[in-house]
C-alpha cells in the first residue's frame, strides 16, 4: 500500500520528502460487468472508487468516502466526472452531496472497448 510504502521511504532516506502525485498516477480497469468487456484507463482515485462497486451496486459518497480515504471535495469531484460519463448516477437527488446515494450504471454503452 501507499502507506506502507512512504512508512519504508522515510525510515530508509532521513532528511528526505516524498510527495504523491496521484493526479498523475494512471492505470487500467476492465469491467466484465456490462454484454462487453470494456478497459477504462483512470486515474488511481477514478480505480479506487469503482473498485468499490465489486462490493455492491449502490454507496452512499459518505461510505466511499471512508472506504477509500479520498477526502470529500476531492472525491465529490471524482465522483462527478464517473457521472458526466455515465458510469454512475445519482440516486434521486441532482446535487451530489455526502448523503447522495451513487450506483453503478449497468446501462453504460460505448463504441470503444477502451475509453479513456
Not at 461510505?63 to 434521486?92: C, P, W
Amino acid at each position: 500500500s501507499v502507506q506502507q510504502f512512504t512508512n519504508f521511504y522515510c525510515s530508509r532516506y532521513s532528511g528526505r520528502k516524498l510527495h504523491w502525485l496521484h493526479s498523475l498516477s494512471r492505470g487500467e480497469l476492465v469491467a466484465k460487468c456490462y454484454d462487453k468487456p470494456y478497459t477504462f484507463q483512470a486515474s488511481t482515485f477514478q480505480m479506487s472508487v469503482l473498485l468499490q462497486f465489486n462490493m455492491g451496486n449502490k454507496f452512499l459518497v459518505s461510505q466511499l468516502e471512508e472506504s477509500t480515504s479520498i477526502r470529500l471535495d476531492i472525491l465529490l469531484q471524482i465522483l462527478q466526472a464517473l457521472i458526466k460519463f455515465k458510469l454512475l448516477k445519482i440516486e434521486k437527488e441532482s446535487v451530489l452531496t455526502q448523503s447522495s446515494t451513487v450506483s453503478l450504471s449497468l446501462a453504460y454503452r460505448s463504441k470503444k472497448l477502451k475509453v479513456n
